[in-house]
């Protein structure tokens, strides 16, 4: 029997094992500090009990009941124990603005310290502003209401320089004094490096209500935080929302008749900017004219039934919110009735697609909490807010994040609350994109993705409750588990002229990976699926 040595430079808890595998060859040189006994069972294969490091949600590293298993046999039981895929994507905030200080998280203290900053301007009324040498340090944001600062293709491109090491301060201040002379302020620049933690009260009683990351960071300390999910592009939310159904943001040409015939080839290129929907040349449309996973759902044999539901405005006060979470509708946002945060209506493919095959629909989120009320849901379903509930900075609009995450958690809630659903689903939570806060992460080189988001998964199956995953991962790994689960793998792409295949990247983690399909599964944890998140006391 050959033997190696594997340790960790930190303390494990060492009634926690779980099995690892992984292939050698004689060549390998593998070094460890704190010796654990591997066994040697096969030719190319080295198998052992061990305790690895995981990070748990109170900051103690320990070790966790995580096989990993080879990728075929994951996948098939993938599709036997998941039915439902579920997508909330909230809007505009960075990774470290929400989860810069969580336990075992690649957060804040990693950021390079700030040099001192100055900034002076007249604004559009002939008022000078300006900060002198002020060191602007990532530090608490105990506030709920933020200005909305710049984060387009351009100020991303900025923000992101070329180089090695955290991403400078400098550039996001930048960014923002520039876009608005308001913003050379001491107290709205802090906004920028402001991190908010579980811990933070807004206002001093004993309120839940005050404490307005308590439910994000109680969703992370149950299941999975993602600490390196990067949005897709490097642009703000509607580029964001295209790759988030299509994969692809790209301007296309009309100017050929087939595209009045459902042909979408050669006609797109990509475009990380400003995108818009062209009209045909025979007058219709609207439309977005490459593929999108929607059709490739619709189209399948046998279809696969998906639904995209618009969030509507949440009563964040409401008193019945617990007891029937439905009355706390306050009805549709006319907001989303444009295609910035749901383009999907403006696919061409998806609009041939309903007109032949009406397997999948927009409709109201009221109607989600109406459905997981009951024994169906379809395969794939995607959630997309309303503006007040949004959690998108605008001071001028009083976009406060407490309703953001009440109206999250109400559908978690309706999920787990569900005995026919919460066990065969997977719920993906994130943000679109980065909001102009700062985070100090770079994207994998030539990647192609944008700043850092805030990324969580939630699951009875997954493999490690406050878990932190570490895995390079963009919002093209929801694609891909969608594709891989409900698609045979199948890739975007067939149906258009995009020249790659973002779900097949090198860099991009796989999502199975959060997943133990061999485990018990979990039930709805009790302080997730109770927690108190209307206005009520915190006990």
């Not at 913003?183 to 620049?189: E, G, S, T, V």
Request: aromatic share 14%.
């Amino acid at each position: 029997m050959v033997k190696i040595k594997i340790t960790t430079d930190k303390t494990v808890d060492s009634t926690h094992n779980f099995d690892i595998q992984f292939s050698m060859n004689a060549t390998d040189n593998r070094s460890f500090n704190q010796a654990d006994d591997w066994s040697y069972n096969s030719s190319t294969t080295y198998v052992s009990t061990s305790a690895i490091t995981l990070a748990n949600a109170n900051g103690t590293v320990v070790g966790g009941t995580a096989p990993v298993t080879d990728r075929p046999t994951l996948l098939s039981l993938a599709r036997q124990k998941l039915k439902h895929v579920v997508i909330i994507m909230q809007e505009n905030r960075s990774f470290d603005s929400y989860f810069g200080d969580f336990p075992g998280a690649n957060g804040k203290s990693n950021a390079p310290a700030a040099t001192a900053y100055s900034c002076s301007c007249k604004d559009g009324s002939g008022v000078t502003h300006s900060v002198s040498n002020k060191y602007y340090n990532p530090a608490k944001n105990t506030g709920t209401l933020d200005w909305d600062f710049p984060h387009g293709n351009g100020d991303a491109v900025i923000e992101m320089p070329a180089g090695t090491g955290g991403l400078p301060i400098k550039n996001f201040l930048d960014r923002a004094v520039a876009s608005r002379c308001e913003y050379c302020d001491d107290a709205i620049l802090k906004q920028i490096v402001g991190y908010h933690t579980d811990s933070d009260n807004t206002t001093g009683d004993n309120t839940l209500y005050n404490y307005p990351m308590h439910n994000y960071w109680t969703m992370a300390k149950n299941f999975i935080l993602q600490d390196a999910m990067f949005e897709s592009a490097p642009s703000w939310s509607k580029v964001s929302h295209l790759f988030m159904v299509s994969g692809w943001s790209a301007a296309c040409t009309a100017n050929q008749a087939a595209r009045a015939a459902g042909d979408y080839k050669y006609s797109c290129t990509d475009n990380v900017n400003d995108v818009n929907p062209v009209n045909l040349n025979n007058g219709t449309g609207p439309f977005y004219l490459w593929d999108n996973i929607t059709h490739l759902l619709t189209t399948h044999s046998p279809p696969v039934f998906w639904t995209y539901y618009k969030g509507e405005n949440w009563d964040y006060l409401c008193g019945m919110c617990r007891a029937n979470p439905m009355s706390c509708f306050t009805g549709d946002d006319p907001f989303l009735y444009g295609d910035l945060w749901m383009p999907l209506q403006y696919f061409k493919s998806v609009s041939d697609d309903q007109t032949q095959n009406f397997v999948g629909q927009s409709l109201a989120l009221f109607y989600f909490m109406t459905m997981a009320g009951g024994d169906y849901a379809p395969a794939v379903t995607w959630i997309v807010p309303a503006n007040k509930v949004s959690e998108h900075a605008g001071i001028p609009n009083n976009i406060d994040l407490r309703w953001g995450e009440t109206y999250v958690t109400a559908i978690v809630q309706s999920i787990m609350a569900n005995s026919y659903l919460w066990p065969s689903t997977a719920i993906f939570l994130s943000w679109d994109d980065w909001g102009g806060f700062y985070d100090h992460a770079r994207p994998p080189a030539n990647s192609g993705y944008g700043l850092r988001v805030p990324g969580i998964t939630m699951s009875p199956w997954v493999n490690q409750a406050g878990y932190v995953d570490k895995q390079t991962l963009s919002h093209d790994a929801y694609l891909k588990f969608i594709e891989d689960i409900f698609l045979e793998g199948k890739r975007l792409g067939d149906n258009d002229n995009r020249t790659y295949r973002r779900e097949n990247a090198s860099q991009l983690g796989d999502l199975l990976n959060e997943f133990d399909f061999n485990r018990t599964p979990m039930s709805a944890p009790t302080e997730v699926k109770d927690v108190l998140f209307c206005w009520m006391p915190y006990y």
